[in-house]
């Protein structure tokens, strides 16, 4: 019901106020953001954790196997030497752009409907990072050398990495992705800390002052039971409080405090704009700069940024959807938010369908037989299935965002975005098998299919993904409670 | 001996602001003051100078570039020079990417730790000060803390001043358990 606000402002002039539904006061938002951190998680959340969890072990056990025998297990062939491992590297760290698009792109646009997002989009991304990065280090195939990438002085030479080399710039890309992230992520929590911590300081002592009563009062309280229970639970609380006695740092709401922090929040945002950026374009020369047919154009870097963000933002969608039902936060994540990150859908759709359409183009005009042949193999190859899913999820699903009546209906949000989750894993499928598989040498030409060891790890990577999203959920606030405070003093 | 403060805590953040410039025009000591979250306006108000962190940042990321600039051209060319492929051992355009990462990395967490250090937030901290949780400052409330500084601080005058305000509390503290 309360969504009918939201659903006139988006029809009107989309004031401020209309963010947040239910007329909140800073005091409602601290409740409600913390019930879900007080409260005891709910059956469904325990059935996610639980599949998820099973899930992850599913990858584990995979993994395991893999190493112990060898990448052998995996169905690479020479003609084909990268296939899944990397598909996967590269849907993973797509799905992680939208949380920094979010979190800093939009904030230096100054778009205040982030505020409500940005800290489970922040989350999602360090997850995704945290996936894509096990991908490279799975496929070294001994992961324990991986310090190797490290340019340190070292018995064999010293010999140096290669700088010249698009995995090198990669290694350089990921690690500082994940690092700012985190450390962006974590400054943003900062006062969302604090705020927990003394809430706890607070609960704590009148729970001591009531069980102090209870001690004196032994006529109508003598039973042990009740008091084990109460021990139990302040013995755990009391953990929880001195985690968050530690990291919020001593954080206490002062201004002088707050003044730096807003310009080193606005700093990370400028840095991490150009980062985000910049780290899809790095992967995409990790093909852009190989001689093969289908890799070797230059459209590659702003075609992977925009299908990144493409597909991230249906990742956003889907998660927020879940986590505003389970969560119980509907007020803050309102059909105008819904509303928003639809029309970025849209958006980039149309640039990855633009991208689709000039890549194809290039070639037939490049005049070079062998970029023709790639995208005629593309497109009626035998992998021509997996070229028209991809179409069919990324470029004309997601037109359906065009009505407003399908951009208002959470359960059509959701579906369109499982397509597109679909469809952009399918898109790195297609550009790096179809493009290997059929070469310069007809003689060397060869197909692939996944082996059940690689079918299991990437089913494990969500397993990470979901069970580390679920463990958020239950630990940290969801929302920015302090961002969303400012937003609302605006509206009152 | 220590100082005193008086507190007053505020509902709302208009208030507060009020509240904090006309106490900078009476010329008080505004020790701090206590928000849940970034009132727009309120560093005018308490004559907060800019920040110097941008400076920090700008100077970290030029580190960072300069610093792994000239490493790749030593390890590529001085160090142990490899042929990869013909490439010349000046491949400025080829260590674009990694100068750009470190850049990043070292301007954004330098700008982090200095933050930190800066704002003196310690994690042990906070058992020795207990902020003004008790107030709600983290919850919903705001707080002004006006140091009784000088011969002329008047104790009354400055509670009326702060009365004019709407607040919804009045409080006197030591020093210690604010700054």
Same mark, same amino acid.
């Given at each position: 019901?309360?969504?009918?606000?939201?659903?006139?402002?988006?029809?009107?002039?989309?004031?401020?106020?209309?963010?947040?539904?239910?007329?909140? $006061?800073?005091?409602? +938002?601290?409740?409600?953001?913390?019930?879900?951190?007080?409260?005891?998680?709910?059956?469904?959340?325990?059935?996610?954790?639980?599949?998820?969890?099973?899930?992850?072990?599913?990858?584990?056990?995979?993994?395991?196997?893999?190493?112990?025998?060898?990448?052998?297990?995996?169905?690479?062939?020479?003609?084909?030497?990268?296939?899944?491992?990397?598909?996967?590297?590269?849907?993973?760290?797509?799905?992680?752009?939208?949380?920094?698009?979010?979190?800093?792109?939009?904030?230096?646009?100054?778009?205040?409907?982030?505020? $409500?997002?940005?800290? &489970?989009?922040?989350?999602?991304?360090? /997850?995704?990072?945290?996936?894509?990065?096990?991908?490279?280090?799975?496929?070294?195939?001994?992961?324990?050398?991986?310090?190797?990438?490290?340019?340190?002085?070292? #018995?064999?030479? $010293?010999?140096?990495?290669? /700088?010249?080399?698009?995995?090198?710039?990669?290694? /350089? &890309?990921?690690?500082?992705?994940?690092?700012?992230?985190?450390?962006?992520?974590?400054?943003?929590?900062?006062?969302?800390?604090?705020?927990?911590?003394?809430?706890?300081?607070?609960?704590?002592? @009148?729970?001591?002052?009531?069980?102090?009563?209870?001690?004196?009062?032994?006529?109508?309280?003598?039973?042990?039971?009740?008091?084990?229970?109460?021990?139990?639970? $302040?013995?755990?609380?009391? #953990?929880?409080?001195? =985690?968050?006695?530690?990291?919020?740092?001593?954080?206490?709401?002062?201004?002088? @405090?707050?003044?730096?922090?807003?310009?080193?929040?606005?700093?990370?945002?400028?840095?991490?704009?150009?980062?985000?950026?910049?780290?899809?374009?790095?992967?995409?020369?990790?093909?852009?700069?190989?001689?093969?047919?289908?890799?070797?154009?230059?459209? !590659?870097?702003?075609?992977?940024?925009?299908?990144?963000?493409?597909?991230?933002?249906?990742?956003?969608?889907?998660?927020?959807?879940?986590?505003?039902?389970?969560?119980?936060?509907?007020?803050?994540?309102?059909?105008?938010?819904?509303?928003?990150?639809?029309?970025?859908?849209?958006?980039?759709?149309?640039?990855?369908?633009? &991208?689709?359409? #000039?890549?194809?183009?290039?070639?037939?005009?490049?005049?070079?037989?062998?970029?023709?042949?790639?995208?005629?193999?593309?497109? +009626?190859?035998?992998?021509?299935?997996?070229?028209?899913?991809?179409?069919?999820?990324?470029?004309? +699903?997601?037109?359906?965002?065009?009505?407003?009546?399908?951009?208002?209906?959470?359960?059509?949000?959701?579906?369109?975005?499982?397509?597109?989750?679909?469809?952009?894993? /399918?898109?790195?499928?297609?550009?790096?098998?179809?493009?290997?598989?059929?070469?310069?040498?007809?003689?060397?030409?060869?197909?692939?299919?996944?082996?059940?060891?690689?079918?299991?790890?990437?089913?494990?990577?969500?397993?990470?993904?979901? #069970?580390?999203?679920?463990?958020?959920?239950?630990?940290?606030?969801?929302?920015?409670?302090?961002?969303?405070?400012?937003?609302?003093?605006?509206?009152? | 001996?220590?100082?005193?403060?008086?507190?007053?805590?505020?509902?709302?953040?208009?208030?507060?602001?009020?509240?904090?410039?006309?106490?900078?025009?009476?010329?008080?000591?505004?020790?701090?003051?206590?928000?849940?979250?970034?009132?727009?306006?309120?560093?005018?108000?308490?004559?907060?100078?800019?920040?110097?962190?941008?400076?920090?940042?700008?100077?970290?990321?030029?580190?960072?570039? @300069?610093? =792994?600039?000239?490493?790749?051209?030593?390890?590529?060319?001085?160090?142990?020079?490899?042929?990869?492929?013909?490439?010349?051992?000046?491949?400025?355009?080829?260590?674009?990417?990694?100068?750009?990462?470190?850049?990043?990395?070292?301007?954004?967490?330098?700008?982090?730790?200095?933050?930190?250090?800066?704002?003196?937030?310690?994690?042990?901290?906070?058992?020795?000060?207990?902020?003004?949780?008790?107030?709600?400052?983290?919850?919903?409330?705001?707080?002004?803390?006006?140091?009784?500084?000088?011969?002329? !601080?008047?104790?009354?005058?400055?509670?009326?001043?702060?009365?004019?305000?709407?607040?919804?509390?009045?409080?006197?503290?030591?020093?210690?358990?604010?700054?």
């Amino acid at each position: 019901m309360r969504d009918a606000v939201a659903d006139a402002a988006i029809a009107g002039g989309l004031p401020v106020a209309s963010l947040i539904a239910g007329n909140k $006061s800073p005091a409602d +938002v601290t409740r409600d953001v913390c019930r879900a951190l007080d409260a005891k998680p709910s059956g469904l959340w325990w059935l996610g954790l639980g599949l998820s969890g099973s899930a992850l072990l599913l990858g584990v056990v995979a993994v395991s196997y893999q190493m112990a025998t060898g990448i052998g297990t995996w169905g690479l062939n020479s003609t084909v030497g990268w296939a899944f491992d990397i598909t996967n590297f590269v849907f993973w760290i797509g799905i992680g752009h939208a949380g920094t698009l979010i979190s800093a792109i939009l904030f230096l646009l100054r778009q205040r409907w982030r505020t $409500s997002v940005n800290r &489970a989009a922040e989350a999602m991304t360090l /997850f995704a990072v945290m996936c894509a990065g096990l991908f490279p280090l799975i496929h070294m195939g001994r992961p324990w050398l991986a310090f190797w990438m490290l340019p340190y002085p070292n #018995t064999r030479g $010293s010999l140096w990495i290669n /700088f010249r080399s698009p995995l090198i710039w990669d290694f /350089f &890309a990921i690690s500082t992705y994940f690092t700012i992230s985190a450390v962006f992520w974590y400054i943003g929590l900062l006062p969302d800390l604090a705020t927990i911590r003394d809430r706890m300081r607070a609960s704590h002592e @009148t729970d001591r002052n009531a069980r102090g009563t209870d001690a004196h009062d032994n006529t109508t309280y003598d039973n042990t039971a009740y008091d084990n229970t109460a021990y139990v639970v $302040s013995g755990f609380s009391r #953990t929880r409080m001195r =985690i968050f006695d530690w990291l919020s740092l001593g954080w206490n709401g002062s201004y002088r @405090t707050w003044h730096r922090y807003e310009v080193v929040y606005l700093l990370l945002a400028a840095l991490a704009t150009p980062l985000v950026l910049s780290v899809h374009s790095i992967v995409s020369m990790d093909f852009a700069t190989a001689l093969v047919p289908g890799w070797h154009t230059t459209i !590659f870097p702003p075609y992977f940024v925009a299908g990144a963000i493409f597909s991230g933002m249906a990742m956003v969608l889907t998660l927020m959807l879940v986590a505003r039902k389970t969560m119980r936060i509907e007020d803050y994540i309102t059909a105008r938010h819904v509303d928003a990150m639809c029309r970025l859908v849209i958006l980039t759709s149309g640039i990855v369908g633009l &991208a689709y359409a #000039t890549e194809l183009f290039t070639a037939f005009y490049s005049g070079n037989q062998y970029e023709q042949s790639a995208f005629v193999n593309r497109v +009626v190859g035998p992998l021509a299935w997996g070229y028209w899913v991809m179409v069919g999820c990324n470029v004309l +699903v997601p037109q359906l965002f065009w009505f407003a009546g399908v951009r208002r209906s959470f359960l059509m949000v959701f579906i369109i975005s499982l397509f597109i989750n679909v469809g952009m894993w /399918f898109e790195r499928f297609i550009i790096i098998v179809s493009s290997l598989e059929r070469g310069f040498l007809p003689s060397s030409w060869a197909s692939y299919s996944p082996t059940s060891i690689e079918i299991a790890t990437l089913i494990g990577s969500f397993g990470l993904f979901f #069970t580390c999203f679920l463990l958020f959920c239950r630990f940290v606030p969801v929302i920015a409670m302090a961002e969303i405070k400012a937003v609302l003093g605006k509206a009152r | 001996m220590s100082r005193r403060v008086i507190i007053g805590v505020f509902e709302r953040e208009e208030d507060l602001l009020h509240a904090t410039a006309a106490a900078r025009d009476e010329g008080l000591d505004i020790v701090d003051v206590f928000s849940p979250y970034v009132v727009h306006g309120l560093d005018r108000a308490m004559g907060l100078r800019p920040s110097r962190l941008p400076w920090v940042c700008f100077l970290l990321g030029l580190l960072g570039a @300069t610093g =792994i600039l000239l490493f790749q051209f030593w390890t590529t060319s001085v160090g142990w020079p490899i042929n990869v492929g013909g490439k010349p051992w000046n491949s400025l355009p080829a260590f674009i990417p990694a100068t750009f990462e470190m850049m990043v990395l070292l301007g954004g967490v330098g700008t982090v730790v200095a933050f930190i250090w800066s704002a003196g937030l310690r994690p042990w901290h906070n058992r020795s000060r207990p902020a003004l949780a008790d107030l709600g400052v983290t919850d919903d409330r705001f707080a002004l803390a006006i140091g009784e500084t000088g011969v002329a !601080f008047d104790h009354a005058r400055v509670r009326a001043l702060l009365s004019r305000f709407r607040p919804a509390s009045i409080e006197d503290r030591a020093e210690e358990e604010v700054a």
